[in-house]
Nanobody, 124 residues
Framework: VQITETGGGLVEAGGSLKLSCTAS?????????MGWFRQAPGKDREFVAA????????NYADSVKGRFTISRDNAKNTVYLQMNSLKPEDTAVYYC?????????????????WGQGTQVTVSS
């Protein structure tokens, strides 16, 4: 399975970025749940958002609710993370991951495949 994140960069506080995550290869399928995590220097990897196979159910960390939106296009094997009203504390490497499990999937251990990450830096 290959998972590739794109869309990271440097943005001023209050700005927006849209991350994309493309997955391919066996045994990944569009039936997998997908999630976004992030890791800042010196901190543990933390849950950001997740979406189920159909896109009908989503889950967000409290710190990003109302600002971030996760979505998916199964025809393109792509998951998106729209990030608005960015804050300096959102600065981190953002990772996309795929899971063949069900449920809220808020912990890294529930995910089977990971991308290499994309850097998001929010300046104050």
């Amino acid at each position: 399975v290959q998972i590739t994140e794109t869309g990271g960069g440097l943005v001023e506080a209050g700005g927006s970025l849209k991350l994309s995550c493309t997955a391919s290869g066996s045994p990944y399928s569009s039936g997998d749940s997908m999630g976004w995590f992030r890791q800042a220097p010196g901190k543990d990897r933390e849950f950001v958002a997740a979406i189920n196979r159909s896109g009908g159910a989503t889950n967000y960390a409290d710190s990003v609710k109302g600002r971030f939106t996760i979505s998916r296009d199964n025809a393109k094997n792509t998951v998106y993370l729209q990030m608005n009203s960015l804050k300096p504390e959102d600065t981190a490497v953002y990772y996309c991951a795929a899971s063949q499990q069900l449920g809220k999937l808020t912990t890294p251990s529930k995910y089977d495949y990971w991308g290499q990450g994309t850097q998001v830096t929010v300046s104050s």
